[in-house]
Every structure is written in structure tokens, then in C-alpha cells.
């Protein structure tokens, strides 16, 4: 029995050392805290913006029109039910021999190759902008923002001018042309 204990004594060392290895992590504990709700609220406001290719229109006897590439985007909220672009003159260019105003009445402008509008258009109908007499009419947009609550669209604007036989010659500039998106 002795010889017998004499075997067995390295192993169970080796046991015990492994024992003695092993206990502490099987007896850790963790301790934590309690836990902490913390409220969320995330706002989304609504936004629209129009931007275009271009930031100045030069037009003269041989280049009597010109093209801007517009693009109307939206993220909006449920309750809306059309989308409009509107253009007016809030300065007529000036010029000429007696720094006269060029008549709203020889600018035209046209969306997307679409009718073809004269810039003495009297006050937006509703609407809080625009100069009477000086409007160049609106367009309505295709889309369904009563549906299509985020997206964009492109615009190909073109403004013309005439040019009356009569018109003194010179250099017409400080025009301002005012092209507002509203979605409503």
C-alpha cells in the first residue's frame, strides 16, 4: 500500500497544483452596476434647397438666351401636396445711355423647354415674393411630394431676351434674377 502511495503522491501533487491554478477563476466574481435608461430623440427637420450649375447670365445680341441647370432636392414630412418653382426680376439690369432699366416686359423664361413666359407678370398670386410686374412666371413640378417625401429633381431654366430696334446701346448689368423653389 505504501508502494502504491508512493505512485500516486506526484500525481496528485500535479492534481493539486492544477486544482489550486484553476480555483481562484472558477470562484471570481463579477460585480456591476445597476443599469442606466438614458432617453433618445432624434429630429429630422424638413429641408429643401435649389442650386444651380451657374452663377451669372450674360446674354447679348448674338447669345440672346441662356440655359441654368437647376436641381430641386426635398426631404419633407406627410401633409404636403405641390412643389413650385417661381423667377423674378428684384432688379431690372440698368444701362444704356441714361442708366435706364431694361423692360421686364423683353425677358422671357421657359422650364424644361416648356412654355415660353414674358417677365412683366404681375404679383405671384398668395405668395409674399416676387415684384409685380417684374415676375417671370412659376412652374409646377411633375412629382408627388404628397408621396415622394425625399428626392430630387433636374430643371433646365432658360432665359431669353429681345431686343427692340430702338433699345439704346450700351451695357445693361446689376440685374438680379431671383429663382425660388417652394414646396407647399
Known amino acids: 500500500m505504501n508502494s502504491i502511495k508512493k505512485l500516486l503522491r506526484p500525481f496528485f501533487s500535479v492534481l493539486a497544483s492544477l486544482l489550486l491554478l484553476l480555483a481562484p477563476a472558477t470562484f471570481a466574481t463579477t460585480v456591476a452596476s445597476n443599469a442606466v435608461t438614458v432617453p433618445l430623440s432624434l429630429t429630422i427637420p424638413e429641408s429643401i434647397s435649389l442650386s444651380t450649375s451657374g452663377n451669372s447670365i450674360n446674354l447679348s445680341n448674338s447669345s440672346p438666351q441662356s440655359t441654368l ?4 432636392s426635398w426631404q419633407i414630412k406627410s401633409g404636403h401636396s405641390s412643389a413650385q ?3 423674378w426680376f428684384s432688379a431690372l439690369p440698368t444701362g444704356g445711355l441714361n442708366n435706364a432699366a ?3 416686359v423683353l425677358f422671357t423664361t421657359s422650364y424644361n423647354g416648356g412654355t415660353v413666359t414674358n417677365c412683366g407678370q404681375p404679383a405671384f398670386s398668395g405668395q409674399s415674393f416676387g415684384v409685380a410686374g417684374q415676375n ?4 409646377a ?4 411630394v404628397a408621396t415622394d417625401f425625399v428626392d430630387s429633381t433636374a430643371i433646365t431654366f432658360t432665359l ?3 431686343f427692340p430696334p430702338n433699345q439704346a ?3 445693361y448689368s446689376s440685374g438680379i434674377l431671383n429663382i425660388l423653389f417652394e414646396i407647399s
Do not use: E, M, R
Not at 136 to 139: A, K, L, P, Y
Open 136 to 139: 417671370c412666371g412659376s412652374f
Open 169 to 171: 446701346t450700351g451695357v
Open 102 to 104: 431694361y423692360s421686364p
Open 160 to 162: 431669353a431676351v429681345s
Open 69 to 72: 441647370n437647376l436641381t430641386a
Open 141 to 144: 413640378l411633375s412629382q408627388n
Open 85 to 87: 418653382v417661381f423667377s
